[in-house]
């Protein structure tokens, strides 16, 4: 059973359009994540979700929406897709939101924006 | 700011050879610090941490890092690296309170000569 799953694997969109990211996680873990990649593999968080209420939400575009309908998923809504969206993007677990917890990822979702 | 650097953005190893990837990080007290590895197309594996006491730590498939507070590093080694540890490796950085907030290097990607 994959512990932290995520869908679509790929996604090729057009610029304007709205996409969403799934994420799935049966570690029962109460904290996940969101991470971007870029096309120089730097990884950066933007958002974190302890219990379904948002515990981090960096410097990302309003544009970006997460939402958390139970502990188990975590979800990424973007609207109105930039060429600069297409990245990588990765969901990650953790027992709690504690610094020191490791935390589990995904596959990730490559965007490709056009 | 917490920051992570990591020098080398690629290393080429013989088959069989030893192996040290080098981390720095900058944090006023000590961090939280993780080594992760993404091998091509998947998501992020831990291979080992460390928040306290010894400060050599083993991880998965044969990896040790050595946490040196003076010299703020937590450099990963490996004594003999196989093919398959061909990856891009990632070095992260946890603070006290971060409410799980990892701070990543910009990665070094690892190639194995046969």
């Known amino acids: 059973d994959t512990a932290v799953s995520q869908t679509p694997k790929y996604l090729v969109t057009q610029m304007g359009n709205d996409k969403s990211i799934k994420c799935e996680q049966n570690?029962?873990?109460?904290?996940m994540y969101w991470y971007k990649q870029d096309s120089k593999k730097f990884l950066k968080i933007m958002f974190s979700?302890?219990?379904?209420?948002?515990?981090i939400n960096e410097t990302v575009p309003n544009r970006f929406s997460p939402k958390s309908p139970d502990k188990a998923h975590l979800n990424l809504h973007i609207n109105s897709l930039e060429l600069g969206d297409s990245a990588v993007y990765f969901c990650?677990?953790?027992?709690?939101?504690?610094?020191?917890?490791?935390?589990?990822f995904g596959p990730g979702t490559r965007l490709l924006v056009l | 700011a917490q920051s992570v650097t990591q020098p080398d953005i690629h290393i080429t190893v013989s088959e069989g050879a030893s192996l040290e990837l080098r981390c720095n990080y900058s944090?006023?007290?000590?961090?939280?610090l993780f080594w992760y590895v993404q091998s091509p197309g998947q998501g992020l594996q831990l291979l080992l941490k460390?928040?306290?006491?010894?400060?050599l730590v083993q991880g998965i498939k044969g990896f040790e890092a050595e946490f040196k507070r003076s010299q703020s590093s937590f450099n990963l080694r490996k004594p003999s690296v196989h093919w398959s540890d061909a990856a891009e490796y990632f070095c992260?950085?946890?603070?006290?309170?971060?409410?799980?907030?990892?701070?990543f290097g910009k990665g070094t990607k690892l190639s194995v000569k046969p």
């Open positions: 979700y302890n219990n379904k209420e948002l515990i």
């Open positions: 460390y928040f306290s006491g010894d400060t």
């Open positions: 944090y006023g007290a000590t961090p939280y």
């Open positions: 992260a950085v946890g603070a006290v309170g971060s409410q799980g907030n990892l701070i």
């Open positions: 570690l029962g873990h109460d904290t």
């Open positions: 990650a677990s953790s027992q709690t939101s504690g610094g020191w917890e490791t935390q589990y």
